[in-house]
């Protein structure tokens, strides 16, 4: 069982930045595939990045350009650096891994049906 705990979320205002941290359990971070989702009240959830376990990133149309992803499997930690937010930004993010991945393509890894394992999320709230 991988647990996983989300830190780094908060308030700021548009243009500002953010990073999220991700921590799994386990030492089996490196053979995880790991990604961030994010939901708001009333919407479904969205993927906004993935990250293989050759560091192959992935990113929903929108964050491109603003957002990356990165891991450090030494600190078993994932990490969303999140720069220039904007209002829309703002949702719950959540940490998801797996250890087992039927194809490696961006629409595969940016579904949450792809994922087993989820943190409890972290807020991030950006204001105009």
């Known amino acids: 069982q991988v647990q996983l705990v989300e830190s780094g979320g908060g308030s700021v205002q548009a243009g500002g930045s953010l990073r999220l941290s991700c921590t799994a359990s386990?030492?089996?971070?490196?053979?995880?595939?790991m990604a961030w989702f994010r939901q708001v009240p009333g919407k479904e959830r969205e993927g906004v990045a993935s990250i293989e376990d050759d560091g192959t990133p992935h990113y929903t149309e929108s964050v491109k350009g603003r957002f990356t992803i990165s891991q450090d499997n030494a600190k078993n930690t994932l990490y969303l650096q999140m720069n220039s937010l904007k209002p829309e930004d703002t949702a719950m993010y959540y940490c998801?891994?797996?250890?087992?991945?039927?194809?490696?393509?961006?629409?595969?890894?940016?579904?949450?049906?792809?994922?087993?394992?989820w943190g409890q999320g972290t807020q991030v709230t950006v204001s105009s």
């Open positions: 386990e030492s089996a971070s490196g053979s995880l595939c």
């Open positions: 998801a891994a797996t250890t087992y991945l039927v194809r490696s393509d961006a629409e595969y890894l940016l579904a949450g049906s792809s994922y087993r394992y």
